[in-house]
């Protein structure tokens, strides 16, 4: 069953939440008075569709269906998570989690966005919230801070992985949680940096993105620094740098006023650097290059790689589309398209390439035969482009065995788009023993389950198979030229 989530206040960070839980096929309820919640929201997920499936290398599920309320009791009833994400004024707060607490069922979570209240302060009048502390953009971003009574964080975890999120619960309830307390110091710094005109916005931007914010998405603080003390490692690292801490190397207890003249001159400088650009146009920037960065460390697993992979399993079916088994499934993410408007020769193979190596796991040459030392190598591989394809599309590929006696592997994957072919990658791999990089034998089980789908599969019509470039198509439709 198809399970809901209320977000009740949907400006930047609700519309962040309602996409994170459409997108993983949630129904999402809307409540909030602002009458352009609608059109905000709506741009959001436009930016959030484009975005958030090119992390996954399987098609994500069904979007939910998106309602909009204009009755807070009406947006809560039956649903399975409520995600309050009002102004950060603790009153407010007391105000609309202390009726929420009324309103939704028992059985519903019930999280905050807050960015610094405790959960002792927010359920102060009588509510039962936790924290659930997302990041902004929050489709994108996994970190999801949660602070509160056991039972419900625990609850609320499990709920946020099934949405991709990475949760962090805390030990124990502290103003501004953790990573905030973090961005706080770096963000009371800089305004004195500003303040005493030492950097300007543009500056201290470069100084941050030029060097450790690069470093701390892949390792954080602590192993970054692990990795400065030398082999000598974190000791030798502290006895150089702990005495700094004592030097005049930070103001952090201090916090400049917010005068006018220093608001004009920070919101002024900023106009400067990015002012050329509209707020969605910014947003779409920081979403490709997060979705590149985050691709990036998914190959090794790290930060937020490893959480994407995990989502990705999640997201992996065992399916069969006629007679032959669906071996891929993705999205085209807008960054597989090219200069001609629409999906880049270059991903037809991509997508191909995924569907051998789930095909290998399929009959058992996965990832721990790879570690015995055994494998697949491709020697061939022959692309008929037959159709367009455009970002958003959703493309399954099936896998057809042409042959696989002893060492030989020869596939014929389709690549479907919706009920149009869009592509045939036809593929030929030897097994190889990974020690000696010579072709080998598979071992036997691997052996068996390639000849059971071989036989399986060998009165299946393969229109389009054993063809080399140019040569002519006897009966098929034209595939009109290249697409690509
Ligand atoms: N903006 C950010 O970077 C982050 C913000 N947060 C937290 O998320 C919460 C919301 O912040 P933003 O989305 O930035 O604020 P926002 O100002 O963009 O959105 C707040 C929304 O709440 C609506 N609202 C006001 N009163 C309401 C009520 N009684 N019932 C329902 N909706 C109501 C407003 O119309 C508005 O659309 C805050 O607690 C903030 O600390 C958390 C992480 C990051
Ligand atoms: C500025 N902020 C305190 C609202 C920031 C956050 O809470 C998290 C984020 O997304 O930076």
Redesign the pocket.
Known sequence: MTRSAAI?????????WAARFLLNGWNVNV????P??ER?IGEVLSNARRALPALYDNAMPDEGELQFFSD?GQAVANVDWVQ?????RLD??H??LGALSDLAPETAVIG??????KPSELNAEGARAIVA????P?YLLPLIELVGEAERTEKAAEILRGIGMFPLTLRKEIDAHIA?RLLEAVWRESLWLVKDGVATTEEIDEAIRMAFGIRWAQMGLFETYRIAGGEAGMKHFMAQFGPALEWPWTKLMDVPEFTDELVDLIAGQSDDQSGHMSIRELERLRDDNVVGMIRALKRSGSGAGGVVNAHDANLLTNETKDGLPVTARRQVPASWTDYNGHMNETHYLEASSLATDRFMAIVGADESYIASGKSYFTVETHIRYLDEVHAGDKLTVTTQVMGGEGKKLHLFHRLWNGESLAATVETLLLHTDLNTRRTCLPEEAVAKAVAAYAEEHAGKDADGHGRHVGQRQAAAPSPEGAVT
């Open positions: 009740i206040g949907g400006g930047v960070i609700g519309g962040g409540f909030d008075p602002d352009e919640a905000k807070m309050e994400s009002v102004p950060e407010l707060k105000k609309v905050s966005s807050t960015s610094g209240f502390h997302p990041f902004n929050v905030d």
